[in-house]
T-cell receptor, first 115, second 111 residues
Framework: GENVEQHPSTLSVQEGDSAVIKCTYS??????FPWYKQELGKRPQLIID?????GEKKDQRIAVTLNKTAKHFSLHITETQPEDSAVYFC??????????????FGKGTHLIIQP | KAGVTQTPRYLIKTRGQQVTLSCSPI?????VSWYQQTPGQGLQFLFE???????NKGNFPGRFSGRQFSNSRSEMNVSTLELGDSALYLC??????????FGPGTRLTVL
């Protein structure tokens, strides 16, 4: 089955700096890659997603890049703010037209924004 | 639209008991997926239901089962509870092959 590796497990950055979280996946058939943000005691919230027919997607301070050849994708957060502090999860799944397989998640990255 | 809701939010059970968790998806969503979240294993996919049929299944033992009703509400059942079943159980709904939106979860503690 699919395996998703996520690095780093903890990332501490100064407020205003950029943060980059990287994930690799094993199944070349995976074609949907969402990122979720989970604050302590709360539900995972989708922040951005990308499909395999797109190499990059941006939404304000957040961007995701996908390299299908290398089977890795990354989350980029610019101009970090205190409210960006949370655990971020990457995920991958296969949308075969008959329904998306379940999401396979990375282990998560605890992002800490230092004031 | 109202978001995904889950009941109950917290449960305490003892080993050997069984438990049923409920999930109400976003109105119009026909797909409901269930995930288990633990500090050690992270978020793991249990199964997915679409139009009352289980469409996908993760690698969990048969003690974990589910169903979906005609109004798309879903239930998850765990029989013969073990200590290791203590976790946050999350359900997520989607239109079918698209973005999944998570509920707040049910925190299950097995004593």
């Amino acid at each position: 089955g699919e395996n998703v590796e996520q690095h780093p497990s903890t990332l501490s950055v100064q407020e205003g700096d950029s943060a980059v979280i990287k994930c690799t996946y094993s199944d070349s058939a995976s074609n949907y890659f969402p990122w979720y943000k989970q604050e302590l005691g709360k539900r995972p919230q989708l922040i951005i997603d990308i499909r395999s027919n797109v190499g990059e997607k941006k939404d304000q301070r957040i961007a995701v890049t996908l390299n299908k050849t290398a089977k890795h994708f990354s989350l980029h957060i610019t101009e970090t703010q205190p409210e960006d502090s949370a655990v971020y999860f990457c995920a991958a799944s296969i949308d075969s037209g008959g329904g998306a397989d379940g999401l396979t998640f990375g282990k998560g990255t605890h992002l800490i924004i230092q004031p | 639209k109202a978001g995904v809701t889950q009941t109950p939010r917290y449960l305490i059970k003892t080993r050997g008991q069984q438990v049923t968790l409920s999930c109400s998806p976003i109105s119009g969503h026909r797909s409901v997926s269930w995930y288990q979240q633990t500090p050690g294993q992270g978020l793991q996919f249990l199964f997915e239901y679409f139009s009352e049929t289980q469409r996908n299944k993760g690698n969990f033992p048969g003690r974990f089962s589910g169903r979906q009703f005609s109004n798309s509400r879903s239930e998850m059942n765990v029989s013969t509870l073990e200590l290791g079943d203590s976790a946050l159980y999350l359900c997520a709904s989607s239109l079918g092959v698209d973005t999944q939106y998570f509920g707040p979860g049910t925190r299950l503690t097995v004593l």
